[in-house]
């Protein structure tokens, strides 16, 4: 297993541009191989589960191919193009393909078998194929199709009112891609607010919703067509570097052409809730999606505050809670976050394992049955850590690292490869001193 070991750092100043929004890029091939015609996608992240959505479409019979400047290129002829595969689609540990995909399957008229790593087979699934069953689909797989691998028998959709539990981007995206493959006006209508790329993108490749609050409506049956998709850098590839120039005295950081939509935002507004600087910047629209440079700074002569995450803020920064811990222990006075239970089933139990990881490293935080509360102001120490397997994990600990004292060493870091490759190139160049135009894209 791959190590990653981070020295104590301060003073970071400079720009960077982060890979391509992980989520963003999901959905373009996905419905750039739906759609009719050519679909380019521009600054696809080509990391792990981006791959595996890759793979699952090529089995799917979507024509996929890359053009020499990086774009890949999507050439569909509508759902009725993709054919029944002939092996099992392996989702790796993307949980994010596994579920969008599920609601393709379950609209087209074949046999379809999904399937994932260690990870990905513990994730709950039945969010998705209860309602993917009530539209029509025959769904099957481990506790009663709870859990991969599922097997999934489509076609002759009807359409659904959901209304989810959890608030979850994923759940309503596939309820939404296999509504587009049913007959009749399907609806979800989500306890709150969550990202929103698949209705914008839903728009750009010509269909048509109606929203209301969150409420979506869409109607079955409508014809795609293919488009170019330029996808923005992740923001929540972004949190770290902007945390660290949050905790670290003395920095400031841009991260230049970066997604700021909505319901991915939540974590900036917490940091300017805690007392750091944050700027937005050269605020344009791109395909569809709102894109701006983020600036974040450490509090001029201060300290960080804690403060309390729950409710509806939680799914607008679910991916970043780990990286919101790490700034917690940074700041003075508690924080506490709350309504956040869905955590424990991610990549890794991400409430327990920020927890133990952050106590080694001299945190005082205690694991809530959802959430965690965090008594900021301990110096950080530099302490064995891991990942487990765990891409967020790796990166909030090592950012951790740069605000502890001595050496910290962080196992399974090769795990950051399932959504930011270049982080440890990229964090070096910051650490090392060569912080302007540090380059992770």
Do not use: Y
Request: aromatic share 2%; with cysteine.
């Amino acid at each position: 297993m791959a190590e990653l070991r981070v020295r104590p750092s301060e003073g970071w100043q400079g720009t960077l541009r982060v890979p391509g929004d992980k989520s963003i890029s999901h959905r373009a091939l996905i419905l750039g191989a739906l759609a009719h015609g050519t679909t380019r996608v521009r600054n696809w992240l080509p990391a792990g589960d981006c791959w595996s959505t890759r793979r699952c479409l090529l089995a799917l019979g979507a024509a996929i191919a890359e053009e020499p400047d990086g774009a890949v290129v999507v050439t569909g002829g509508g759902p009725q193009a993709l054919r029944e595969p002939e092996g099992i689609l392996d989702c790796g540990n993307a949980g994010t393909a596994m579920r969008l995909l599920l609601g393709v399957a379950a609209g087209l008229p074949h046999f379809t078998v999904l399937d994932g790593d260690a990870s990905l087979r513990r994730r709950p699934m039945r969010r998705v194929t209860e309602p993917l069953a009530r539209m029509g689909a025959r769904v099957d797989g481990r506790q009663g199709g709870a859990t991969a691998p599922l097997a999934v028998r489509g076609g002759g959709l009807r359409a659904i009112r959901w209304q989810p539990e959890v608030a979850s981007a994923q759940v309503k995206s596939s309820i939404l891609l296999a509504g587009l493959l049913a007959d009749g006006e399907t609806v979800v209508e989500e306890p709150a607010a969550t990202r929103d790329h698949t209705e914008r993108m839903l728009r750009g490749f010509g269909a048509r919703l109606d929203v209301a609050g969150t409420r979506i409506a869409l109607t079955g049956g409508q014809r795609l067509t293919g488009r170019q998709v330029d996808v923005p850098g992740d923001l929540s590839a972004a949190a770290f570097f902007l945390a660290a120039a949050a905790i670290l005295p003395g920095s400031r950081v841009t991260v230049q052409a970066v997604g700021i939509n909505p319901g991915r935002t939540g974590f900036l507004d917490v940091l300017a809730e805690m007392g750091a600087e944050v700027a937005l910047t050269e605020q344009r629209d791109v395909t569809g999606e709102p894109v701006a440079d983020v600036t974040v700074a450490a509090p001029a002569g201060g300290r960080l505050r804690g403060v309390r995450v729950a409710g509806e803020l939680v799914p607008r920064l679910v991916d970043e809670v780990p990286i919101l811990a790490v700034v917690a222990a940074c700041a003075q006075g508690d924080t506490v976050i709350a309504d956040a239970a869905d955590l424990r089933t991610k990549e890794s139990d991400r409430l327990h394992e920020t927890a133990v990881h952050l106590a080694r490293m001299g945190a005082a935080i205690e694991e809530r049955r959802d959430g965690l509360q965090i008594r900021g102001g301990a110096r950080l120490v530099g302490a064995e850590v891991d990942s487990a397997g765990d891409h967020r994990m790796a990166m909030a600990l090592a950012i951790a690292g740069l605000a502890a004292r001595g050496e910290t060493v962080i196992g399974g870091a090769e795990s950051v490869g399932i959504s930011f490759p270049e982080f440890p190139r990229a964090l070096a160049a910051f650490a090392g001193g060569d912080r302007s135009g540090a380059h992770a894209s």
